[in-house]
């Protein structure tokens, strides 16, 4: 199966932006929508953003207006700006198919945001 290599994670202090980056080992992003999900200590995994073959996006309510999810398929990459973060966006973020993640998980780079 395909693995995911995650990075871009970090502390960030309220209100801060940060870039991750998501980048797979063999070329599937032109086959599968690609989204980036996250889970919080206690808290099950979500589907935070949502990226389609051609582009379209979608985004959970929690993050809509703040976050804007990117992919290159040349590149097999796919990225999420996250701007004006708050602190309960401090999570594990992890990238997959979607909404189905059906892909064996990547680490995962973690994302704090805390003054």
């Known amino acids: 199966q395909v693995q995911f290599a995650e990075s871009g994670g970090g502390l960030v202090q309220p209100g801060g932006s940060l870039r991750l980056s998501c980048a797979a080992a063999?070329?599937?992003?032109?086959?599968?929508?690609m989204g980036w999900y996250r889970q919080a200590p206690g808290k099950q995994r979500e589907l935070v953003a949502q990226?389609?073959?051609?582009?379209?996006?979608n985004y959970a309510d929690s993050v809509k207006g703040r976050f804007t999810i990117s992919r290159d398929n040349a590149k097999n990459t796919v990225a999420l700006q996250m701007n004006s973060l708050k602190p309960e966006d401090t999570a594990v973020y992890s990238c997959?198919?979607?909404?189905?993640?059906?892909?064996?998980w990547g680490q995962g780079t973690q994302v704090t945001v805390s003054s």
């Open positions: 997959n198919t979607a909404p189905s993640a059906t892909m064996r």
């Open positions: 990226i389609t073959r051609i582009g379209t996006t």
């Open positions: 063999e070329s599937i992003f032109s086959l599968y929508t």
